[in-house]
């Protein structure tokens, strides 16, 4: 069974960074596309970000371009996202989520039902 825990969220000023990381369990992270999904009150949840197996693609919403990156340790089986000039909206709980599949274009890889794992999410508050 495999199983994900974030880790590193918190309370930031708008302009900062933070550093989220997602540790798997239970399985190789590198049979697995990662994505990074977030919830802000009141809104349904969203693709962020995500790293396809195989191929190691990165995909990224228009709304974190540019701010986020999204990277992988293979020997720590962690994948993590880098969120830098941090804005208001950022603010939500994220999540991570493991997938078997292979993703080629980035409808598929923001999927929630591509999905097979989830973490129970990490709660990240922009405010000044």
């Known amino acids: 069974q495999v199983q994900l825990e974030e880790s590193g969220g918190g309370l930031v000023q708008p302009g900062n960074s933070l550093r989220l990381s997602c540790v798997v369990s239970g399985g190789s992270l590198n049979y697995y596309s990662i994505g990074w999904f977030r919830q802000a009150p009141g809104k349904e949840r969203e693709g962020v970000s995500s790293?396809?197996?195989?191929?190691?693609?990165?995909y990224y919403s228009d709304s974190v371009k540019g701010r986020f990156t999204i990277s992988r340790d293979s020997a720590k089986n962690t994948v993590y996202l880098q969120m830098n000039s941090l804005k208001l909206d950022d603010t939500a709980i994220y999540y991570c989520?493991?997938?078997?599949?292979?993703?080629?274009?980035?409808?598929?890889?923001?999927?929630?039902?591509?999905?097979?794992?989830w973490g129970q999410g990490t709660q990240v508050t922009v405010s000044s």
């Open positions: 790293f396809s197996a195989s191929y190691g693609t990165t």
């Open positions: 989520a493991a997938s078997a599949r292979i993703f080629v274009i980035d409808t598929m890889a923001f999927d929630q039902r591509e999905y097979d794992y």
